[in-house]
T-cell receptor, first 111, second 114 residues
Framework: GQQLNQSPQSMFIQEGEDVSMNCTSSSIFNTWLWYKQDPGEGPVLLIA?????ELTSNGRLTAQFGITRKDSFLNISASIPSDVGIYFCAGLPNTGNQFYFGTGTSLTVIP | GAGVSQTPSNKVTEKGKYVELRCDPISGHTALYWYRQSLGQGPEFLIY????????DSGLPNDRFFAVRPEGSVSTLKIQRTERGDSAVYLC????????????FGQGTRLTVV
């Protein structure tokens, strides 16, 4: 199946710092979704991207659909303790019905 | 309902038993997906329904796994002769019209096979 490389695997940052994470694929994707998952919960949708080059914000979160359609980026500005969790990218390839997920980025915010 | 609802939230079963996991999608969503998530991993696709029909079941690991959605709303994932390796969190998601629309997840069912 498709492989999504998500990095970094984990991050430890001070409250107030900005965060960047990314996801890359060997194939072209039509849609990118970014999710946050807390322990014992299902993934919660943060941002959806549908067009190459698209830049979309949701509060302090900004995500971009890479021009090559093989990557996506998520930035979190001015991190706060409730940003702690695991962030997953998910991509829908050019052909197919399933979203492929990255392995996740675990974010820890130190107050 | 307001969100995707999954029951039970936790299920412990003995090896070899049969289990059913239920998913109640967001009202009006025609697309429904089942995913499986192992510890420390991202969700892995199992099956996708469009309405009542399984449009893509390529992620089902073997013939012990089966899912239905008889009325195009609630779906049931069925696992026969459970094995310890089936232990995972089973996630259900729904989207309005299909894979190219935003998918919203339930809280998952944590299945433990002992």
């Amino acid at each position: 199946g498709q492989q999504l490389n998500q990095s970094p695997q984990s991050m430890f940052i001070q409250e107030g710092e900005d965060v960047s994470m990314n996801c890359t694929s060997s194939s072209i994707f039509n849609t990118w979704l970014w999710y946050k998952q807390d322990p014992g919960e299902g993934p919660v949708l943060l941002i959806a991207l549908y067009k190459a080059g698209e830049l979309t914000s949701n509060g302090r979160l900004t995500a971009q659909f890479g021009i090559t359609r093989k990557d996506s980026f998520l930035n979190i500005s001015a991190s706060i303790p409730s940003d702690v969790g695991i962030y997953f990218c998910a991509g829908l390839p050019n052909t197919g019905n399933q979203f492929y997920f990255g392995t996740g980025t675990s974010l820890t915010v130190i107050p | 309902g307001a969100g995707v609802s999954q029951t039970p939230s936790n299920k412990v079963t003995e090896k070899g038993k049969y289990v059913e996991l239920r998913c109640d999608p967001i009202s009006g969503h025609t697309a429904l997906y089942w995913y499986r998530q192992s510890l420390g991993q991202g969700p892995e696709f199992l099956i996708y329904f469009q309405g009542t029909g399984a449009a893509d079941d390529s992620g089902l690991p073997n013939d012990r796994f089966f899912a239905v959605r008889p009325e195009g709303s609630v779906s049931t994932l069925k696992i026969q002769r459970t094995e310890r390796g089936d232990s995972a969190v089973y996630l259900c998601a729904s989207s309005l019209t299909g894979p190219n629309t935003e998918a919203f997840f339930g809280q998952g069912t944590r299945l433990t096979v002992v």
